[in-house]
């Protein structure tokens, strides 16, 4: 599994099925599509793969790819017409709350501090079209992606890959990230942070991802995307997290100081 969902690029290989599950290949299909629609990695308007595609992808018959779209069609997540193709009419809903961004740092940092984390991966490469465009990286250019695993008590707790700009000057070594959280190495280079958007969603896991988080495939995990910008409007860090839904929680302080607050158990 590729948790960047490299999967809305064309030709990009897409998450494994559960081929001995009970849920229908199409409908398996189906749910990875929807969710990609309903986080915004495949915009309203955009094109959905061929049926022909899409079957070669997943290494599934053209009639399995076809009733996922058809799925989809009858969601109102797309529209299929015929020469034309299916392309996405789903608009995003979202409309985002405001909140103390220091306050939310500080406890964002707290969190990453009181849980114990496996780092799996840290290099620096052109990320993914969708990440840069985030980034508002040029193509070709470079930035530094970190694959964590979190834990609490021993239990795994959440996925977490995270990509930051390159040119920061920022000193980022499994040594440092598994004690130190990417918002803490960001401050400590002097970067301040201005602000930052952060987007929460539930979706289903694949296989790969349930591996990694020990649950069962197609179990119910908590996708939370932050775009972490510096004082000058830019953003400096993009963060994909994918939570167990059994064992994290946010709460929102919706008091005159406002307080994000994860919470895991």
């Not at 990286?137 to 964590?148: D, K, N, Q």
């Not at 980022?172 to 401050?187: E, I, K, N, Q, S």
């Amino acid at each position: 599994m590729n948790p960047d969902r490299p999967s809305a690029k064309p030709g990009a290989k897409l998450p494994a099925l559960a081929r001995g599950a009970a849920i229908p290949l199409y409908h398996q299909i189906y749910l990875t599509l929807r969710d990609e629609i309903a986080r915004g990695d495949r915009p309203y308007g955009s094109p959905m793969p061929t049926e022909m595609a899409l079957g070669e992808s997943y290494d599934v018959s053209r009639i399995t790819a076809r009733r996922a779209l058809d799925e989809l069609a009858a969601g109102g997540f797309v529209e299929r017409r015929r020469r034309l193709g299916t392309r996405v009419i789903y608009r995003l809903p979202t409309k985002p709350i405001e909140a103390n961004i220091d306050q939310a740092v500080e406890s964002l940092i707290a969190f990453g501090q009181n849980t114990a984390v496996k780092v799996l991966e840290v290099t620096t490469r052109p990320p993914e079209a969708a990440i840069a465009h985030k980034l508002g990286l040029a193509a070709g250019e470079s930035a530094i992606r970190a694959v964590r695993l979190r834990s609490s008590k021993g239990v795994p707790l959440g996925l977490i890959i995270s990509h930051m700009r390159a040119d920061l000057g920022v000193s980022v070594t499994p040594t440092r990230l598994t004690g130190t959280p990417m918002l803490a190495l960001l401050r400590e280079a002097g970067i301040q942070i201005g602000g930052a958007v952060q987007t929460i969603e539930a979706m289903v896991a694949d296989p790969d991802l349930a591996e990694r988080l020990a649950i069962e495939p197609r179990a119910a995990v908590l996708h939370v995307e932050r775009l972490v910008e510096d004082a000058e409007r830019r953003t400096v860090l993009v963060t994909n997290a994918y939570y167990r839904a059994d064992r994290y929680r946010i709460t929102l302080d919706m008091h005159e100081q406002n307080q994000l607050s994860p919470r895991y158990g």
